[in-house]
Nanobody
Framework: QLVESGGGSVQAGGSLRLSCAAS????????IGWFRQAPGKEREGVGC????????YYLDSVKGRFTISSDNAKNTVYLQMNNLEPEDTAVYYC?????????????????????WGQGTQVTVSS
C-alpha cells in the first residue's frame, strides 16, 4: 500500500513536500515514480527514483525545482517542490514498480503499475 500526504494550497513561488509512505513492502525493492493529473488533462510522469542506487529522473519542466528523495528507514519517498507555478496544480500520485522498468517508462503513458497511492491535491495560485 502507498499513502501520499503533504498536498495543499500555496501561492506561486511557494514550496510543498509530498510524502509517499509504503507499507507491506520495502521501498528498496521498487522503483518509485511521481505522477500528476491536472483537470481535463492526461496523467503525466513528474519523475522517478531508484532507491537502491539513488538515481533520479525528472520531467524537464520541473528540473531544478523538484527533488525526489527516499528515506529507507522510514520506507518513504519524498517529492520536494520549490518555486511552484500555477501550472503545477494537479492531483499528485506515487506509484511503485518492482521490475524497475519504471526508470525509463515513467516518461510515457500508459503507466501500467499495480501499486498506486490515493493521490494528494496540490493547488498553486498566482
Amino acid at each position: 500500500q502507498l499513502v501520499e500526504s503533504g498536498g495543499g494550497s500555496v501561492q506561486a513561488g511557494g514550496s510543498l513536500r509530498l510524502s509517499c509512505a509504503a507499507s507491506g513492502f520495502t521501498l528498496d525493492d521498487y522503483a518509485i515514480g511521481w505522477f500528476r493529473q491536472a483537470p481535463g488533462k492526461e496523467r503525466e510522469g513528474v519523475g522517478c527514483i531508484s532507491p537502491p542506487d539513488g538515481a533520479t529522473y525528472y520531467l524537464d519542466s520541473v528540473k531544478g525545482r523538484f527533488t525526489i528523495s527516499s528515506d529507507n528507514a522510514k520506507n518513504t519517498v519524498y517529492l520536494q517542490m520549490n518555486n511552484l507555478e500555477p501550472e503545477d496544480t494537479a492531483v499528485y500520485y506515487c506509484a511503485a514498480d518492482p521490475t524497475f522498468f519504471m526508470t525509463t517508462g515513467w516518461r510515457y503513458p500508459p503507466y501500467p503499475y499495480d501499486l498506486w497511492g490515493q493521490g494528494t491535491q496540490v493547488t498553486v495560485s498566482s
